[in-house]
């Protein structure tokens, strides 16, 4: 239950400006990855960015969930944060030539700053969440914080697996 003196306190709004930025930050993740996913030399890679694609249209209904446990509004807020990271993820495709591992390679790095940003930030909401007792929020957040941990891994074995080795020998 949330109080009225807990919906007008500092932390409170913070909690919420920052549920903003990442509601848009997730909306604007969903118009790259297919850009991402198309840029992709390995299918494995394009594959892996058309689930994250899917994922990311839960996670964005998530979001929304939260704010309507909150009694809040969803909405989005320009995250200075991750369009930056996107922008980057942009120039590493302009910047490498079609077709290579040398692509695959940066578009795992660019698309592991936005999970490593994605879960920085839904970590600590699940926290501040948890903190003030929105327990649903709390429990949404975590799913998602789950995901995007796990969509990390998934891109860490690809590397790892082969595109850096590959990359390497180009």
Same mark, same amino acid.
């Given at each position: 239950?949330?109080?009225?003196?807990?919906?007008?306190?500092?932390?409170?709004?913070?909690?919420?400006?920052?549920?903003?930025?990442?509601?848009?930050?997730?909306?604007?993740?969903?118009?790259?990855?297919?850009?991402?996913?198309?840029?992709?030399?390995?299918? #494995?890679?394009?594959?892996?960015?058309?689930?994250?694609?899917?994922?990311?249209?839960?996670?964005?209904?998530?979001? #929304?969930?939260?704010?309507?446990?909150?009694? #809040?509004?969803?909405?989005?807020?320009?995250?200075?944060?991750?369009?930056?990271?996107?922008?980057?993820?942009?120039?590493?495709?302009?910047?490498?030539?079609?077709?290579?591992?040398?692509?695959?390679?940066?578009?795992?790095?660019?698309?592991?700053?936005?999970?490593?940003?994605?879960?920085?930030?839904?970590?600590?909401?699940?926290?501040?969440?948890?903190?003030?007792?929105?327990?649903?929020?709390?429990?949404?957040?975590?799913?998602?914080?789950?995901? #995007?941990?796990?969509?990390?891994?998934?891109?860490?074995?690809?590397?790892?697996?082969?595109?850096?080795?590959?990359?390497?020998?180009?």
């Amino acid at each position: 239950m949330i109080t009225d003196k807990m919906k007008n306190s500092d932390f409170h709004k913070f909690f919420v400006d920052e549920l903003k930025d990442l509601y848009w930050a997730e909306n604007a993740l969903l118009t790259e990855l297919p850009k991402m996913q198309e840029a992709a030399t390995s299918k #494995e890679l394009a594959e892996s960015f058309g689930t994250h694609h899917e994922e990311t249209k839960k996670h964005i209904s998530r979001l #929304e969930k939260v704010f309507e446990s909150l009694g #809040e509004k969803a909405e989005a807020v320009k995250c200075e944060a991750m369009a930056g990271i996107l922008k980057e993820g942009k120039s590493i495709i302009e910047d490498t030539t079609k077709d290579t591992m040398t692509r695959d390679a940066g578009l795992v790095l660019a698309a592991q700053k936005v999970e490593h940003y994605e879960i920085a930030t839904y970590g600590t909401l699940k926290v501040f969440a948890s903190h003030m007792g929105h327990k649903e929020a709390e429990r949404l957040l975590a799913e998602t914080l789950d995901n #995007e941990k796990a969509t990390n891994a998934t891109l860490t074995g690809l590397a790892e697996r082969f595109i850096n080795k590959e990359a390497v020998c180009e």
